[in-house]
């Protein structure tokens, strides 16, 4: 989840300034959220030494839900870049992954279309719970009181072993962050207020 098969180009800067129905402004400031996220991310995977290699476990199977416009429109930037081709293979994976959830409900284990090989084709487009998952970590409400959460089931298990010591990351920044973007976003393209899908059902609007 965490390694990309994405070049080091920069298309935000070289590429995708002007791009239809997504001002540059939004793009940047998406750009750079995310960029603190895996700043923070792998700040905090350094301290505990941990990553993703020998898990058979990927997250990208997990049936996680995407809920803003900003992220919609942030990995659509992504598949844009891809070959025809290539959209119509990941179109496929993704009516087959929605497909598969609409008879098997309970089934919680299939693997997100954009997965290939255990890279993230849109590494760097990927949503934002992609970039958060698999280390503890906290969130605060209005009064400033924390709730902590475990890290994924991995960490954990590495956890029990090796001792880790808890270093602080506090969600609630970025998801601040996240929901003033799209409130800005809304206002701006006058959308509507909700946006809840998995990635597979936001390739197939694409
Ligand atoms: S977008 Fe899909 S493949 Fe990419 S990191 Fe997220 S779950 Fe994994």
Not at 10 to 30: A, C, K, P
Not at 51 to 65: E, I, L
Not at 104 to 123: A, F, K, Q, T, V
Request: charged fraction near 25%; charge should be neutral.
């Amino acid at each position: 989840m965490r390694l990309g098969k994405i070049s080091g180009r920069n298309y935000l800067i070289d590429h995708v300034v002007g791009y239809r129905g997504l001002d540059i402004t939004f793009i940047d400031r998406i750009g750079k959220l995310y960029a603190a996220i895996d700043s923070m991310y792998e700040a905090a995977a350094r301290h505990y030494h941990f990553d993703c290699n020998d898990c058979n476990a990927s997250c990208c199977q997990t049936r996680f839900y995407h809920y803003t416009h900003a992220e919609y429109m942030y990995l659509k930037l992504g598949f844009d870049t891809l070959e025809d081709s290539k959209k119509d293979y990941i179109k496929g994976l993704a009516a087959k992954y929605e497909d598969h959830y609409k008879h098997n409900p309970e089934d919680s284990r299939m693997m997100c279309p954009l997965n290939e090989d255990s890279l993230c084709i849109l590494y760097k487009w990927r949503p934002m719970i992609c970039r958060l998952h698999g280390l503890p970590f906290e969130t605060q409400d209005i009064n400033m009181v924390a709730t902590f959460y475990d890290g994924c089931e991995m960490f954990m298990q590495r956890k029990n072993k090796e001792g880790y010591v808890y270093m602080t990351i506090n969600r609630t920044i970025y998801y601040r962050e996240m929901a003033r973007l799209e409130k800005d976003l809304r206002q701006v393209y006058n959308l509507g207020t909700s946006n809840k899908d998995t990635v597979a059902g936001m390739i197939l609007r694409f």
